[in-house]
T-cell receptor
Framework: AQTVTQSQPEMSVQEAETVTLSCTYD???????LFWYKQPPSRQMILVIR??????QNATENRFSVNFQKAAKSFSLKISDSQLGDAAMYFC?????????FGEGTQLTVNP | GAGVSQTPSNKVTEKGKYVELRCDPI?????LYWYRQSLGQGPEFLIY????????DSGLPNDRFFAVRPEGSVSTLKIQRTERGDSAVYLC??????????????FGEGSRLTVL
């Protein structure tokens, strides 16, 4: 069974600074996708960024980028120039078939 | 509608009662998913529909839980004889397709169920 682990229950960052959220996963599959989702207090999960396992190049979406280390099964999220609106719960997720498996989440606080 | 709509937003019920939670996916999305999120945890998969049929219901915890999607659009999650441990946020998501591309799920705001 696939598992996703986020070892940082909480993280904080100063506004305009950079923060990195960690994620590791376990799988025997070679073809899969990885995602970071953001969940604000409204409860709605919002896709932040996705990475296809067969692509070596790290995905980037504006201020959000990932460090994907396939051999180490590591998938961290870097948020640059943090903004107050980035404060939320962040979930790392994995999909191989049709089932999306989530980690436990990291609560990010952005301090003004 | 523009997004995934879930009703009710909040539901408080008594132990032993029957509950229905509704999900209206994005128009044209053939895949629909139900997840359960307990306090302080990540969402856990319950069931996935492709069209009208349940393609994977292996996440349903027991036979008190059942879900339908009779016309391939709106889905209802049904919980019989509710227990306090069923208290959670129930999230619905939809996507254009299934498989690995299903990772581009669009989520609703969830239904918070509280069983007293």
């Amino acid at each position: 069974a696939q598992t996703v682990t986020q070892s940082q229950p909480e993280m904080s960052v100063q506004e305009a600074e950079t923060v990195t959220l960690s994620c590791t996963y376990d799988t025997s599959e070679s073809d899969y996708y990885l995602f970071w989702y953001k969940q604000p207090p409204s409860r709605q999960m919002i896709l932040v960024i996705r990475q296809e396992a067969y692509k070596q190049q790290n995905a980037t979406e504006n201020r959000f980028s990932v460090n994907f280390q396939k051999a180490a099964k590591s998938f961290s999220l870097k948020i640059s120039d943090s903004q107050l609106g980035d404060a939320a719960m962040y979930f790392c997720a994995y999909i191989s078939g049709s089932r999306l498996t989530f980690g436990e989440g990291t609560q990010l606080t952005v301090n003004p | 509608g523009a997004g995934v709509s879930q009703t009710p937003s909040n539901k408080v019920t008594e132990k032993g009662k029957y509950v229905e939670l509704r999900c209206d996916p994005i128009s044209g999305h053939t895949a629909l998913y139900w997840y359960r999120q307990s306090l302080g945890q990540g969402p856990e998969f319950l069931i996935y529909f492709q069209g009208t049929g349940a393609a994977d219901d292996s996440g349903l915890p027991n036979d008190r839980f059942f879900a339908v999607r009779p016309e391939g659009s709106v889905s209802t999650l049904k919980i019989q004889r509710t227990e306090r441990g069923d208290s959670a946020v129930y999230l619905c998501a939809s996507s254009l397709s299934s498989g690995k591309n299903a990772g581009e799920l669009f989520f609703g705001e969830g239904s918070r169920l509280t069983v007293l």
